[in-house]
């Protein structure tokens, strides 16, 4: 709890820091990374994936703003007028969209390669077995008749051999 509450205080004195020395750049920031405060919020998981997938998106999002920002003219006006043209906001808030559009496909995609990979392992570890059964015999396995072909009947693999 000690931690935490000292991450808070770097924090703030960070953010008014840079509150008073470039003010701008943090309106543009606050209003172009509000989806990545939702996220931040709704995000109950102690990872808070949702939180760091909806957040690099949405900052690749606002970035460009931002560079436009420094290159130019470093002023509350031309940051206003960066948050009043429709476009630059929808695609600040589309970019965020997309990481939200990634944060809920991907986690079933990696699932069922996952799940596909250790098919294949297990598929790769039964030849193994059946070539050391083939090689050596029954004995090899290292457990009962009944539970070799209960096993293979139902699909499952058999029972790990005491050590």
Known sequence: MQRHGTILLWGGIIMFGMIIVSFPT???LFVGMLPTLVAFLIDRTDEKFATFCVGGVNFSGVFPQLMDLWNGDHSIAAALSILSDVFIIATMYGAAAFGWM???SLPPVVASVLNVLSQTRLAALRAIQRDLVEEWGEEVRGDSEEEAESGAETGT???A???
Do not use: S
């Open 102 to 104: 990634l944060f809920m």
């Open 161 to 163: 051999a005491p050590a």
């Open 26 to 28: 943090v309106m543009v």
């Open 157 to 159: 693999a058999p029972p």
